[in-house]
């Protein structure tokens, strides 16, 4: 960490950006359980290194660390076939994916390009070691010039980890719809909440007295995200990804129950793989 002996960093961030220091705290917390279900040193570092009322936002939960894990299981088997891709992480947030990556792919040559808002892309700058192999470009994920900046030869992997569903319907078909025509060969894996959830965030759902969850207006169910090879063009398959294993019995048991039974498709998160 860069600066860290001059004490912990001021940060401030408002509406969708801040939940990248909710995620974050979910991440550092798990990855210090005697028991921990993810290991993110980088994660622990960066909280704290920063200044921040963490409390702010209630109770963690072990979900946010395991959503890391599937998005980090699911780049290692692209960036096996494809050891030299670029990784765009859109909307990064405060995520620590590519030190995780590195460490578990040492032999890679993975290039990482960053695509997040100037006020997060500040935070990442002062507080997060720089690598010859990362690039950084502040701006929206909606402003597609980030995909005039790749070089798509060697393979590209899209994450959108937390975007989607902060954005309106149009925007995120949009952004599937422009990934699927510029990069024949990539993958985008996204994850959505179920729509009970995303209905329910209109009305504000709250995590503690002092945190309201963003409005969530676009979510897709599992069957509509199967339907993207149908209706987007350039997607040749979907995928219906499942969460990794979390920590505990009850944890395990639910969530091997939702994926085992089709009922329950609408009542549980997506997390979707699209090749294009």
Not at 12 to 18: A, D
Not at 199 to 227: N, W
Not at 251 to 263: D, E
Request: proline content about 8%; aromatic content about 8%; some cysteine.
């Amino acid at each position: 960490m860069s600066d860290q002996e001059q004490g912990a960093h001021k940060v401030v961030l408002s509406g969708v950006s801040e939940t990248a220091l909710l995620t974050l705290n979910a991440r550092a917390t798990e990855a210090r359980h005697p028991d921990a279900i993810i290991d993110d040193p980088m994660a622990v570092a960066l909280v704290d290194a920063i200044d921040f009322d963490f409390a702010k936002f209630g109770p963690t939960r072990q979900d946010i660390a395991v959503r890391a894990r599937a998005f980090d299981d699911a780049a290692k088997d692209y960036l096996k076939t494809h050891p030299s891709a670029t990784v765009v992480a859109l909307a990064e947030g405060l995520q620590t994916s590519f030190w995780r990556l590195e460490a578990a792919l040492p032999d890679s040559q993975f290039r990482w390009l960053t695509v997040d808002l100037p006020p997060i892309i500040d935070i990442r700058a002062r507080l997060l070691p720089s690598s010859p192999r990362i690039s950084v470009l502040a701006q929206s994920a909606l402003d597609y010039s980030w995909m005039d900046a790749l070089d798509p030869t060697d393979g590209v992997f899209i994450t959108a980890e937390g975007l989607l569903m902060y954005l309106q319907p149009e925007q995120s078909l949009g952004l599937i719809t422009e990934c699927a025509k510029r990069f024949p060969g990539g993958q985008l894996l996204f994850d959505l909440p179920p729509r009970w959830f995303s209905m329910f965030s209109r009305l504000g759902i709250r995590t503690s007295l002092r945190y309201k969850v963003p409005t969530m207006p676009f979510s897709l169910t599992v069957a509509e995200a199967a339907d993207l090879v149908n209706t987007v063009p350039g997607v040749r398959a979907v995928h219906d990804v499942r969460l990794p294993p979390g920590r505990g019995l009850i944890f395990n048991t639910a969530m091997s129950a939702v994926y085992r039974v089709p009922l329950f498709d609408p009542l549980r998160p997506n997390l979707t793989l699209l090749e294009f």
